[in-house]
């Protein structure tokens, strides 16, 4: 068995550091081999595609920790925002840290997750299942494609009273981001933090995720927003959010236009949106206008791996948010995150 954590990153050692970003969400471990399609012929895998793991795929995660070389790296929405957040403010030389919160399970893969983070230098205070395991990913790599086979497991288990204990990571930061997919887990965690970064006029951002959201988990996502002082999302979340809240448009800087006007908790920090789309130009609400900020040109053969781009502009945006900086820098940031990871294979920093 081999393990490598994907990532370079020195261990935080200063207790100067402040963990001044917090972020809560479903945490994986992302399991990374070269296998020949033989192992997915196996177990019924099409070589470029993303799948939850039904029952029979379930022995996948054992045979490959046993019989390949695997690299373990932190995965999830959230966890890599943080990830590439906790990278960039590294790079800066800042004493400024960021922190995590989600559940795993307690057996070796838990293990490996929280030793992974703790080498990139993030705070973690995982909830621990006592009989769920750690949810992982397996990334199964064939030439130049990925099969990504996921089990949430332990992940989708977060319970809210875990909070009240590693509430001080809460009061600690001044900034806060969850992924929307989180509202299918624990929603009131998100109302409660949310709460404390309005009453203390702190930041409190989340992300759409994913299209379904806002239809089938409509009355969770509309307890959250009036919260949100930073809302983000690519151009079909944008536009089924949208429909499902009859904001009337199509058009991505209407739909920015309205979301940012819809009802707000602390009205001492408009809300900012921000829409990607791609290879067009982001769309950032703010101020009172609508600016589009152009993306980082890249060729089609430079390009690996597209998923996790999302995640990896918001960890670059939030990276420079929280040290002051203009949102046209936060959004550069951001920009330049998406360009360094889609030209890798998941979510590799080096």
Known sequence: QHYFIQSNLRKATSCSIMAVLYGMGNPLLDMTAVVDESYLKTYELLPNNAILAETKHHPIYDTLASDYSVSYSPGGATQNTIRVAQWFLKQSNTNLSTSFVGCIGKAQFGEILKSCMSAEGIKTD???????????????????????????????EYKGEHLTGVWNLVTDASFYYIAGYFLTVSPESMVKIGSHAAATDKCFSMNLSA???????KDQMTSVLP???????????????SKDYKLGSDDLEVIAQKLAAMPKENKKRPRIVVFTQGADPTI????????????????????LDTNGAGDAFVGGFLSEYVQGKSVEECVEKGAQAAHMIIQVSGCTLE
């Open 126 to 156: 995982y909830q621990i299942h006592d009989s769920m395991p750690t949810g992982v990913c397996a990334v199964l790599i064939t030439g130049g494609n990925r099969s990504l086979v996921t089990r949430l497991d332990a992940a989708n």
């Open 211 to 217: 299209p379904f959201l806002s239809q089938f988990f």
């Open 227 to 241: 919260y949100c002082d930073i809302v983000f999302g690519n151009e079909d979340e944008a536009r089924a959010f």
């Open 284 to 303: 950032v609400f703010c101020d009172g206008k609508v600016t589009k900020y152009p993306v980082i040109p890249i060729s089609e053969d430079a390009i």
